[in-house]
């Protein structure tokens, strides 16, 4: 599990690096400055070869950038520095390091105005204008030259974060460079995996820069990003005696009159994710469209004229429930208020429970939140995240902060979709996914989601790590099926058919 810290956290680990351990700030930028050297080696080959730009500006972003462009012009490089700050209002261990540079006699370029910013001529472009420092929009010619930048297919590498970006949120005041790649220091920030953020990030790079920080450290963060090794643990290898009975028994209420597909996506996923046994509760009307999937179970539960699911089908549904694992809410349900009802009965079930979809827009309509069972799961895309709380946000920052006071209100887990899903407890850490592609832009994906999440929980895991497995295998297997197909042309269907494969490149043993 990968720790991420916001700005100010990493500040706090600079300070105690120098006043309790007693290591010079210098030292923590001239390591960042040699991890930088090896990535450039790594991404563009032999450094005397190559013409680099290094845009410095008046921080301690400045000083990286300083220390970078010594090292590079040490080693052969054809190195200019770029200023863009007065070197007189340099303090600490950046004007230490611009000194140094200049009685090196490192060609300095100190622009005057837009029409001096020519940066064509260099293979690439170092950013060390801004960095975590960020306080408002880049102004005056330091966004004059993010712009420059951003306009050509300049290679650029940033420093720590693309200047413009907030390392803590993602979100960009005012314009925000571009990076190919960005090589950040000692642990990753939240700004490079949440929009707009992470699109300017290019390729990230987390290099260590022997910073203190200990276990309590990496657990005392806000932020996480799973890794392969953490999901692998929820489908461990199985015992040459098992049996289906050992896998968990997944009950599945979903579907209406002309959203049976809905149904059907979410049960195939789930047996697909391991599940042991699942039984499809869903309208009358419908049964034949779902049966089409041999392995799945079904209970046919009396429907409305329009093919609605209703408070009637509960004490046919009451023994099912004392039968599963798990439940599964809300793909393809409808939004009847007959349905609202049925919903109603099945929120006092004591069994884990996932609810999406149109679930979910029952519990908004209907001021349903306050019965839900702690621990349950809602997995809202942004306008149903927006629905349940009344409140509309535009950036991954903002939803996560409104996913939170859901979460912590009601005791719940919330699985906030997007291209970087956020799943966030009640204790308000937040788990991003980085898996998945815009080929999942499509009808019927959430639905298969739901279908994993709901197949984890039966098979035991807890429900934070159901949310944030779920959506890391499910992307795994987008992204899998997108280098067979691309990603205009993938389907919903196609994902469940590579949910195996993504399982099995976790951990072989699964297979």
């Known amino acids: 599990m990968q720790s991420l810290f916001t700005s100010e956290q990493v500040r706090a680990f600079d300070r105690r690096a120098i006043q309790e351990f007693g290591i010079p700030g210098v030292v923590l930028m001239e390591n960042a400055a040699l991890q930088t050297l090896q990535i450039i080696e790594q991404e563009y080959g032999e450094i005397e070869l190559l013409s680099v730009a290094v845009l410095c500006g008046p921080g301690n972003n400045g000083g990286d950038g300083f220390a970078l462009a010594r090292q590079l012009f040490l080693r052969g490089c054809d190195v200019e520095i770029w200023l863009f700050c007065n070197p007189a209002t340099l303090s600490g261990d950046a004007k230490l390091n611009c000194d140094i540079a200049e009685r090196l006699a490192i060609p300095m370029l100190v622009p005057e105005s837009a ?13 060390g204008l801004l960095g975590t420092g960020l306080q408002r929009a880049p102004e005056g010619l330091i966004a004059e030259a993010i712009a420059t930048l951003n306009e050509t297919d300049q290679a650029v590498i940033a420093l720590d974060i693309p200047s413009g970006v907030d390392g803590s949120t993602g979100e960009t005041p005012g314009v925000a460079l571009d990076a190919t790649h960005t090589v950040t220091f000692q642990c990753g920030k939240p700004g490079l995996y949440l929009h707009p953020g992470r699109k300017h990030a290019g390729q990230v790079h987390i290099v260590p820069i022997s910073l203190p920080q200990s276990a309590d450290d990496l657990l005392a963060a806000d932020y996480f990003v799973p890794e392969d090794e953490d999901v692998a643990t929820l489908f461990p290898q199985r015992p040459q005696d098992s049996h289906k009975g050992h896998y968990g028994k997944l009950l599945i209420v979903a579907g209406s009159r002309g959203l049976s597909g809905a149904a059907r996506l979410c049960g195939a996923a789930a047996l697909r994710a391991g599940v042991g046994l699942v039984t499809m509760a869903i309208p009358e009307s419908i049964r034949g469209d779902v049966v089409r999937q041999p392995e799945l179970m079904t209970v046919a539960l009396p429907d409305t004229a329009i093919g609605h699911l209703t408070e009637a089908g509960w004490k046919i549904l009451e023994p099912y429930i004392a039968w599963a694992d798990a439940i599964a809410v809300g793909p393809g349900l409808g939004q009847a208020p007959e349905t609202a009802e049925l919903l109603k009965k099945l929120l006092t079930a004591s069994k884990p429970m996932v609810i999406d979809a149109d679930g979910l827009n029952l519990l908004a309509v209907h001021n349903l939140l306050p019965m839900l069972p702690a621990g349950t799961v809602l997995t809202p895309h942004p306008g149903e995240l927006e629905r349940l709380t009344g409140q509309s946000r535009r950036t991954d920052a ?13 005791n719940v887990t919330v699985l906030v979709k997007g291209s970087t899903s956020a799943t966030v407890l009640p204790s308000c850490k937040v788990y991003l996914n980085v898996t998945g592609n815009p080929g999942l832009a499509t009808g019927g994906s959430g639905d298969v989601l739901t279908g994993v999440i709901g197949a984890l929980l039966a098979q035991g895991a807890p429900s934070d790590a159901a949310a944030w497995a779920g959506a890391y295998v499910h992307g795994l297997a987008a992204d899998i099926a997108a280098e067979v197909m691309g990603e205009v042309a993938l389907l919903p269907s196609d994902v469940i058919g590579y949910l195996s494969s993504a399982i099995a490149e976790l951990h072989p043993a699964a297979e």
């Open 398 to 410: 903002g939803r996560i902060d409104a996913a939170k006071r859901l979460a912590q209100t009601h």
């Open 115 to 127: 029409d001096d910013l020519e940066f064509s001529d260099y293979d690439l472009v170092i950013d």
